[in-house]
């Protein structure tokens, strides 16, 4: 993996991520092409580490401004809003954890098993589904198939709601819904949630990527912890953290990536195109089986 693959996978994280077309699916897709380690290795780990720290910046950088007016507007707001986006936040984990545990639990009784490095097998890890590209088509064939009525839904009637109580629970539960799967944009899905639940289009927008400066740094900080983990049970901490400087420069660029993707999709948003990105995942979905097919 050298400074060249790292800066082609940041941008493609930069503009996928903030996109709703799964980034981790187009990143998955591209290191495979590339000849790269797969996603549970350690290097990569680091590196997906970096590169969505470097868009978590950019979410911030972009929305700051439309969050001082609708959640730090004033005191009574923030609590209004911080209100619905726990809620939000605890729906995800409510959807997410019991689903990740039954699919962890399916894989130890089909035998779908890690290894320490005494050889043993404690358990099963999500993680070793993401590389899965057949997984990954179907992922992006649904959330395809969500924004597509999402996005006709829209043309049709212009939503005007806040993001109440009850938008903003469905919204958490779609998102812990799609957390599990790679695939299943995030963006996409909660976005899409919001749009068919009558919610204004800008506010469906912020109110997705606020979770999103929730949840990504409890998902950074998994996969710190899963790194360090196989740091200690493999001993190749030096070699990994070697690559911490090009990664560092991925995180970088996978931040300005991700400035232009923003602008990218409220433009789009606003223009009544949102069904134009299910259009993408359909196409994009057939073709990622089209590679599974062909054994990557």
């Known amino acids: 993996m050298n400074l060249f693959h790292i800066l082609i996978l940041a941008v493609v994280q930069g503009l996928a991520e903030l996109l709703p077309v799964s980034s981790s699916a187009h990143v998955i897709v591209v290191a495979k092409l590339l000849g790269m380690p797969p996603s549970s290795k350690p290097e990569m780990t680091l590196l997906i580490v970096m590169l969505h720290t470097g868009t978590m910046f950019a979410v911030i950088l972009y929305f700051w401004k439309a969050w001082k007016s609708s959640i730090f507007a004033s005191r009574a707001v923030f609590k209004q809003q911080a209100v619905r986006l726990v809620i939000a936040t605890m729906l995800t984990g409510a959807v997410a954890l019991p689903l990740k545990m039954g699919i962890e639990k399916g894989m130890e009784k089909s035998g779908y098993l890690i290894k320490d490095a005494n050889g043993k097998t404690p358990g099963a890890e999500i993680e070793l589904l993401f590389d899965n590209l ?41 998102q812990g819904l799609c957390l599990p799967f790679r695939g299943f944009s995030r963006s996409g899905s909660t976005i899409s949630a919001g749009l068919l639940l009558g919610v204004l289009k800008t506010r469906a927008e912020e109110f997705s990527f606020a979770l999103a400066v929730i949840i990504t740094p409890a998902i950074i900080g998994r996969e710190v912890w899963r790194l360090i983990k196989t740091q200690h049970e493999t001993g190749v901490g030096e070699a990994t953290w070697g690559l911490f400087v090009p990664s560092l420069a991925g995180m970088v660029c996978a931040f300005l990536a991700g400035l232009l993707a923003l602008k990218w999709l409220s433009r789009w948003l606003e223009g009544g195109r949102w069904y134009l990105f299910g259009v993408y995942c359909l196409i994009a979905a057939s073709v990622v089986f089209t590679l599974h097919c062909r054994g990557y």
């Open 134 to 174: 057949g997984l990954i088509a179907g992922a992006l064939a649904a959330v395809g198939v969500l924004i597509l009525i999402a996005g006709l839904a829209q043309r049709s009637t212009v939503g005007d709601r806040p993001v109440g109580i009850r938008e903003a629970a469905w919204i958490g539960a779609i």
